[in-house]
């Protein structure tokens, strides 16, 4: 089974996870990787509720695009692997 390092390094291209997350969520200068991950789901977001942590975000993003997945991690792994 992949890992979710591994996916978002295939997707992204890296050099590491966190800078390849920080191109991916398009990351300012002034916000950290979380911040970011956090105003991404929140523009993906179909039904335009603006939603405030990153667990709930994955969840109603996971529920817009049919992403299967019981946690958070199943979640982001089924992303990157569709990606």
Aim: hydrophobic share 40%.
């Amino acid at each position: 089974m992949t890992q979710i390092n591994d996916e978002v390094l295939r997707v992204t291209g890296g050099p590491t996870v966190q800078d390849g997350q920080a191109i991916h969520f398009s990351k300012t200068a002034t916000e950290s990787i979380q911040d970011a991950e956090l105003r991404w789901l929140n523009e993906q977001i179909i039904s335009a509720v603006e939603v405030f942590t990153i667990a709930d975000a994955w969840f109603t993003f996971a529920e817009e695009q049919l992403i299967g997945g019981r946690s958070v991690n199943d979640i982001q792994l089924g992303y990157w692997e569709s990606k």
